[in-house]
């Protein structure tokens, strides 16, 4: 529901059928080069996470609980990539931008419940690197299948809970006639610019949820790598210190790129201010990070290229035997 103003001062309600995404700003030259970006890191992004979740679910080496968490994270990736990437193409290329209110409504709590799944996926990861490289005895039973199916069913309902709340708070508040969002997508704080009521209570929860959301898990990861660091380095095998620090050093280099890009944007005051500056962070965490994630993966992972070959050889073998 929107607000108009009248002539008296006195305010009134309206339907409000949709927004309008401003985008970026540019001509139509600068809107061809972003369209062109953004389709080349989608597709990238579609084609490394789909192929992650092919090769984890068809090799059976790769049946194990970090595995397992890591076909998940790819699955969050790429289906919160195309909430957004699609629409965003869309505007690039169109002259209306506009986006119904229920579509606007449903792209943000997607958006919302998938980014809040990562961040928690996240810090499940860096348990589990925990556990098996500090408790290896008790790991099998710790990290049975039951217990990483709850763990990634948790990551979901935090997700889904964490959503529910922002969609709810944001989706109530009375919008003004001006319906142009600054951004690429329907995100809370261009959301927040929008209301004719006072926000106060919306950006504390926004604040307070996500510091909440990005300290907890920041600490479950520091304290997990930091007791992984020190096990490693009382490993008497210099090649299995390598392994290890090369496996880890993956997840803290995706844990860095998340964290890092999501608490600029929602978890310090200044986030409300800048909206050229969250748009250009909001294209690393719903873009860039999720492409680069099974390139990290797979790129520093041995077994992640040695099942790709093996998936590669098989399929060649398949084809010869049908010629």
Known sequence: ????????????????????????EGGAKTQALLFAVFLTLYVVTVLGNLTMIVVITLDARLHSPMYFFLKNLSFVDFCYSSVIAPKAMTIFLSSSKVISFAGCAT??????????????????????????????LRYPVTMCPMACARLVLGTYCGGCLNSIVQTSLT??????????????????????????????????????????????TTLVVLISYGYITMTILRMR????????????GSHMTAVSL??????????????????????????????????????IYSLRNKDVKDALRRLGQRHSLVKEDVQ
């Not at 529901?1 to 401003?22: E, K, P, W």
């Not at 009375?174 to 704080?189: A, G, Q, T, W």
Request: charge should be neutral; proline fraction near 5%; aromatic fraction near 14%.
């Open 1 to 24: 529901m929107a607000t108009q103003v009248h002539r008296n001062g006195s305010l009134s309600a309206v339907s409000l059928q949709g927004f309008v995404l401003v985008g970026f």
């Open 107 to 136: 792209q943000f709590f997607f958006f919302s419940l998938l980014v809040t799944t990562e961040g928690f996926l996240l810090a499940v990861m860096a348990y589990d690197r925990f556990m098996a490289i500090c408790s290896p």
């Open 171 to 216: 989706f109530q508040l009375p919008f003004c006639s001006s319906n142009r969002i600054d951004h690429f997508y329907c995100d809370v704080p261009p959301l927040l610019q929008l209301a004719c009521a006072d926000t106060t209570l919306n950006e504390l929860v926004m604040f307070g949820i996500c510091g909440l959301i990005i300290v907890s």
């Open 237 to 248: 095998s210099g090649s299995g210190r390598h392994k290890v620090f090369s496996t880890c």
């Open 258 to 295: 998340f964290y890092g890009t999501v608490f600029v944007m929602y978890a310090q005051p200044g986030a409300l201010t800048s909206m050229e500056q969250g748009k250009v962070v909001s294209v690393f965490y719903t873009l860039v990070i999720p492409m680069l994630n099974p390139l």
